[in-house]
């Protein structure tokens, strides 16, 4: 399936922080590219700005967050690190909690989000990565969590997000170590969803995300609410979670279109709620 993107986009914005949406998928660019798009103040409150926007965006279907320069994310500035945050506790945890909550936004945004990687994506920028609900590589990106190399540690998801994605083992050999994957090798760890040749990479986008654009909203939005809350639940709970979802999305106007569509042999005629 071949999928082309019109031209013209909306909303194209200078700064840390770029937000543009066209045929469905809003992309958010991090645009510090001198600094391989390591995160400030800034960036961090950008990004939380831009994720609330695609929230609210009904454009926007599904939401991708790539970086400028053909690199993803280097992590935090260590020159902000150094200046404002080592050697001070109440710093230090105010950053952790601000990019653990700001990332937490991709993870529990109504639509689905797609972390896009080129470059590295290490430290802060792999744990964004790990935010998102799908990755898509280049073969050849650098991936990993990093912190131990610089004594320092991972306040935004790596001990809570990535073990469920390769357990436990693989998350302290990454921890443990700092190594950094290849994009193949995170597709084989179960990290990416897709790893292919850089400059395959727009197109195989577009093609991953294709599927999700025309699907009900609603339905799409309690299936990612009711997956997400499962993490956390045991088997008799996720029963009547799977069950109540179920009703929810069985009582819909979109699920009434949806049967009423395929007894008429005819395409859906969405209504999002």
């Given amino acids: 399936m071949t999928v082309q993107m019109r031209a013209e986009v909306q909303g194209v914005e200078a700064g840390v922080i770029q937000y543009e949406v066209a045929d469905g998928v809003a992309t958010i660019w991090l645009n510090r590219p001198e600094v391989k798009n390591c995160v400030n103040w800034e ?72 972390a896009v990687v080129e470059g590295h994506a290490v430290a802060g920028g792999f744990e964004l990565l790990i935010s998102c609900d799908f990755c898509i590589v280049a073969d ?33 050999e990454l921890l443990f170590t700092g190594k950094l994957l ?31 654009i025309d699907k009900s909203a609603f339905t799409m939005r309690i299936t ?19 069950s109540m979802t179920c009703n929810v999305a069985h009582q819909s106007e979109d699920a009434r279109e949806g049967v009423q569509a395929f007894l008429e042999k005819r395409d859906p005629v969405w209504k999002h709620r």
């Fill in 43 to 114: 960036l961090l409150t950008d990004l939380g700005a831009a994720l609330e926007r695609a929230e609210e965006d009904e454009d926007a279907r599904v939401v991708v967050i790539r970086g400028r320069g053909h690199t993803f994310c280097a992590g935090a500035d260590l020159n902000m690190l150094d200046s404002e945050f080592l050697g001070t506790t109440n710093n230090s945890v105010k950053i952790a909690q601000v990019s653990a909550r700001t990332f937490d936004r991709a993870f529990n945004l109504s639509k689905p989000t797609v």
């Fill in 140 to 172: 050849d990106a650098k991936i990993g969590d990093y912190h131990i190399r610089r004594a320092l540690f991972g306040g935004a998801g790596p001990i809570y997000r990535l073990p469920r994605y390769i357990g436990l083992r693989k998350t302290k």
């Fill in 182 to 212: 290849s994009g193949k090798e995170c597709a084989e760890w179960g990290i990416a969803n897709l790893s292919v040749p850089a400059d395959q990479l727009d197109q195989a986008v577009l093609e991953f995300v294709a599927p999700m």
């Fill in 224 to 242: 990612k609410l009711a997956a997400n809350r499962g993490l956390d639940a045991d088997t008799e709970t996720l029963i009547a979670l799977e």
